[in-house]
């Protein structure tokens, strides 16, 4: 009998409370196995300092499953030295270079490019003072460059984990940024030089390197999704819905820089831009980025971040109103803008609701402000998103009360202040939460050890907070909202600037990856 509990004793058991570095550190032949689930890549030679119990609730892998098969391993017999060391793969550090290039353009020409023009407009007094193709360089960095970067390197981190699978083509992957960026800096001198005849082909060339590297992109997900022969998911409508955009977009985007290059006169351009940039911006921002952040967000609030999941028949339900949505509001809006016709105009307002009950719906059904025991930087920024969404989409919903209620057909003021709310308020705010639990986490590091993110995640809300009212306050007092207005943007690029440094910060490897490295 005493023979019998000593034996016992002596066994080590993987329980779920074990993090993945203790037991890749005590036992390397189940690294594997918590590759085969989708670890590789993530966290650097011993995972990131994750309980089993997380792992296997963000990889959607049945615990007592995964916990027989990790025991089971440690009675087998170690491979060589070799076959356990962790080998990185081009596929494995890809991300670092979308995100990378992502914080130097929106702390660049994007934001930062951004913050100069409002100035510029509130010394002026004006949004009419800046020249167009400024606000459109600007629109299109944040765009092509700090949205897209963002999604795409994620897309080629997680999406492939998730799907059990590994990255289909690393290496063309790896062409796909290199196509990005070259559009994005060509595209930025194509538009502020316009027009004339090199600029405008120029402007066409970087969209054609875009639309080619979107291309190829899609083309590599749906390959790497495919060889995993793992059926998609119900979110993963929202998520192909969202590449569809993209690439149209792309194809749109080309159009609309050749149409307002070769605009004949001013009025030509500003009638040319009415027509196409309401539709454009609609198609990016909603289409493409509120499609896969809505997507994502089922696959990855539950599992990640402990909010509440999203039933298959409401998903289905939400995904088939927000198509409905983006179809009909661009298409009204388009008919508005072009024939005048205020007819039209009732159709994108009946629209408008959908779009409301659909944020409404997932902000509660998440449960978006109900208590999450753990700690968690990443939290209060995807709290403040989904709010700032509901915020956003209740100003769209108000915007033609607004207008009769000030007397304009068209409330540049207004509007701008919505857009404002949507793309920091809501797209900028997701990436900020996600990518500063995300990135750590595909480090190795342990995200509870490090910076809180309090001083960025309050100058980034009072910056779009400022913003917003300033710029809304524009119809009433003027002179005085105007001079407010300057200051917002430079609040918001500080505020990128700090946690773009912490994101850089971490994505180098923890010490404790090293530190097992350097043992072979």
């Known amino acids: 009998m005493n023979e019998s509990k000593q034996h016992k004793n002596e066994e080590i058991i993987i329980n779920k409370h074990m993090t993945l570095p203790e037991i890749i550190l005590k036992f390397p032949q189940t690294r594997e196995i918590f590759d085969r689930y989708g670890l590789k890549g993530c966290g650097g030679p011993l995972g990131p300092p994750e309980t089993v119990e997380f792992f296997s609730k963000v990889h959607k892998v049945d615990e007592k499953a995964l916990l027989e098969e990790l025991n089971e391993a440690v009675k087998s017999k170690p491979k060589s ?10 596929g494995d ?42 606000t459109i360089a600007h629109a299109h960095a944040m765009v092509a460059g ?89 979110h993963g409508k929202f998520v192909f819905a969202s590449f569809f955009f993209f690439l149209v977009q792309s194809i749109f985007n080309i159009g609309y820089f050749y149409s307002i290059s070769s605009a004949k006169s001013f009025d030509s351009l500003v009638e040319k831009v009415s027509i196409l940039s309401g539709p454009l ?17 089922q696959r990855l609030l539950p599992t990640a971040f402990g909010f509440n999941e999203i ?34 105009g009732i159709g994108v307002e009946i629209s408008y609701p959908i779009f409301f009950v659909c944020s409404l719906t997932l902000f509660f ?8 025991s753990e700690k968690d930087r990443s939290l209060k920024f995807i709290r ?50 996600v990518s500063s639990k995300i990135i750590p986490m595909l480090s190795g590091k342990d995200v509870l050890s490090l910076n809180s993110l309090m001083i960025p995640f309050v100058l980034i809300n009072a910056g779009n ?39 850089y910060k971490n994505m180098t490897p923890s010490v404790v990856s090293l530190k097992y490295l350097s043992l072979f």
């Open 93 to 134: 550090i890809l991300y670092k270079r979308f995100f990378k290039a992502a914080i130097v353009i929106v702390l660049t020409i994007g934001c930062l490019f951004g913050a100069i023009n409002l100035a510029y407009i509130s010394l002026k007094g004006s949004f009419f003072a800046l020249p167009l193709k400024y």
């Open 365 to 372: 059904k998440f449960g978006i402000l109900k208590k999450i």
């Open 465 to 503: 907070i400022l913003r917003i009212t300033s710029e809304t306050l524009t119809d009433f007092i003027p002179k005085t909202a105007f001079s407010i207005m300057g200051f917002s943007g430079f609040i918001e690029v500080i505020a990128l600037f700090l946690w773009g440094y912490e994101m």
């Open 311 to 344: 039933s298959k028949k409401l998903s289905n339900i939400l995904f088939a109103m927000m198509i409905l949505f983006i179809v009909s509001e661009i298409i009204f809006l388009y008919l508005l803008r072009s024939t005048k016709n205020h007819i039209f």
């Open 384 to 433: 403040a998103s989904y709010s700032w969404l509901v915020v956003s989409v209740l100003m769209l919903l108000l915007f033609p009360f607004y207008n009769s209620l000030t007397n304009q057909s068209f409330s540049h003021a207004f509007w701008g202040s919505y857009r404002h709310a949507f793309t920091v308020g809501f797209i900028t705010m997701m990436i900020m939460g």
């Open 81 to 90: 030295i070799d076959a356990l060391l962790y080998k990185e793969t081009l």
């Open 281 to 297: 911006r609609d198609i990016q921002l909603i289409g493409f980025a509120g499609m896969m952040i809505f997507g994502v967000s």
């Open 146 to 234: 700090w949205v897209a970067l963002f999604i795409m390197g994620f897309a080629y981190q997680a999406f492939p984990r998730f799907a059990y699978s590994t990255l289909w083509n690393a290496r063309l992957a790896s062409l796909t940024f290199y196509l990005m960026i070259s559009g994005i800096i060509l595209y930025f001198p194509a538009q502020l030089l316009n027009p004339s005849t090199f600029t405008i082909s120029l402007g066409i060339f970087s969209g054609f390197l875009e639309t080619a590297a979107i291309f190829l992109f899609i083309l590599i997900i749906v390959k790497t999704i495919k060889k995993s022969g793992k059926k998609v998911e119900a």
